[in-house]
């Protein structure tokens, strides 16, 4: 039984002016109302039914896969693609609902979206079409590839990082970095793996590389100047980041997470340069 999984934004900001991309239609809240979307009558049911809930629709999108997948897929590709969206865009997604086709391509059933309200506690980053076409087909890629369970429990602490306070996430993510591209896992050096995690997510990407090097380099240099520390990973974990925060400037404070923002996509390119590897091994 073909399926399309729909997801709910939980962040209601839109970087593009709402149109389909290759992989989704989207629709504004009071077009799904309206029986515009693939939910027909049945989407005023669904945001009435979120509204009681505590979850105000009237400014969210609406985002439907526009080629059904197969029954087995469906729920494995939902989940998969709310995950990946956080760790790599910052987005936050319900819980995907579903519609059925029967062997016709006749709508047969449709279930609502579950949206978990405090997910958006720290969610800043406005929702991109283009970037959400990539993730979605890594997530459909995965699952094809039986992948699922060899990567869902690492995605879902990579979401944790990115839910919690960003200085905790951050040290989070530069543990995962030093754990997960160490040569030896009972020996590991920040600095080995870091430079293991870009020389794969940059793989014939050498100015890219350079560019986010000198970018880290600098921002490493100028926020823990104070306390005379030179490594962003350190000044985490020696707990000196919360001591300095405040006495930096705009553009520090702004680079500062930028650079982190931009980590959380290299670790995904990462993952999944190591998933093609894999697959022709």
């Not at 985002?63 to 865009?89: C, M, Y």
């Not at 047969?108 to 283009?130: A, C, E, L, S």
């Not at 680079?255 to 894999?278: Q, S, T």
Request: glycine fraction near 6%; charge should be negative.
């Amino acid at each position: 039984m073909p399926k399309i999984p729909y997801w709910l934004t939980i962040n209601s900001d839109f970087e593009e002016k709402l149109s389909d991309s290759e992989c989704f239609s989207y629709f504004e809240t009071n077009s799904v109302s309206n029986g515009d979307s693939p939910l027909v009558e049945h989407g005023k049911r669904f945001v009435e039914m979120l509204y009681n809930m505590g979850c105000p629709t009237h400014d969210k999108i609406w985002i439907f896969v526009k080629e059904p997948l197969d029954n087995k897929l469906s729920h494995h590709v939902g989940t998969l693609f709310a995950l990946l969206s956080r760790v790599k865009s910052d987005n936050a997604l319900s819980e995907h609902g579903t519609v059925s086709l029967d062997g016709s391509g006749a709508f047969i059933d449709r279930q609502p979206p579950h949206p978990d309200i405090k997910d958006n506690v720290y969610t800043v980053r406005p929702f991109v079409p283009g970037e959400a076409d990539a993730t979605f087909l890594l997530a459909r890629n995965i699952v094809e590839r039986s992948l699922f369970n060899d990567y869902f429990h690492q995605f879902s602490y990579l979401k944790e990082l990115r839910c919690t306070d960003p200085f905790l996430g951050y040290l989070g993510l530069w543990s995962f970095i030093e754990i997960e591209w160490a040569d030896d896992p009972k020996k590991t050096d920040m600095n080995k793996s870091l430079k293991s995690l870009l020389e794969g997510a940059f793989h014939n990407q050498p100015e890219n590389k350079r560019k986010f090097n000198k970018r880290l380099k600098y921002i490493s240099s100028q926020v823990g100047e104070s306390v005379g520390e030179y490594s962003i990973r350190n000044l985490l974990a020696h707990g000196k980041c919360r001591k300095v925060s405040s006495d930096w400037n705009e553009e520090m404070n702004i680079e500062f997470h930028a650079i982190h923002d931009d980590l959380f996509k290299i670790v995904l390119a990462g993952i999944e340069k190591k998933i093609r590897d894999n697959i022709r091994d």
